[in-house]
């Protein structure tokens, strides 16, 4: 079965810029999902962004629209998450995740749709 990994998170001052990337051990077919979740302390699981594998389709929340970035590198079964302008709201554990499309028309799903998960990597502001 496939596994998700995720790296690049760490601390970074307000305004400052990280990369995540998110690593399948396998080939992702184009009938899929992906995308990333992210859950601060005392907060629900939130949406951050997703795309379509196969396609440029993607979709942003709105408190990261303009400033966040996800892309692919297929052939590496890499997803990615471009963050810049960092705000301490961002400060979470980030997760990538993937679902089979279906006849569904967009990645903008709940958490509990999306079955399979990475381990989830620290996002964090320098004090």
């Known amino acids: 079965q496939v596994q998700l990994s995720e790296s690049g998170g760490g601390s970074v001052e307000t305004g400052g810029s990280l990369t995540l990337s998110c690593v399948a051990d396998?080939?992702?077919?184009?009938?899929?999902?992906a995308g990333w979740f992210r859950q601060a302390p005392g907060k629900e699981r939130e949406w951050v962004a997703c795309t379509s594998i196969g396609t440029s389709a993607t979709n942003y929340a709105d408190s990261v629209k303009g400033r966040f970035t996800i892309s692919r590198d297929d052939d590496q079964n890499t997803l990615y998450l471009q963050m810049t302008n960092l705000e301490p709201a961002d400060t979470a554990m980030y997760h990538c995740?993937?679902?089979?499309?279906?006849?569904?028309?967009?990645?903008?799903?709940?958490?509990?749709?999306?079955?399979?998960w990475g381990q989830g990597t620290q996002v964090s502001e320098t004090p």
């Open positions: 396998r080939y992702t077919s184009s009938n899929t999902y």
């Open positions: 995740a993937a679902c089979v499309k279906g006849f569904r028309g967009s990645c903008f799903l709940g958490s509990d749709e999306y079955k399979t």
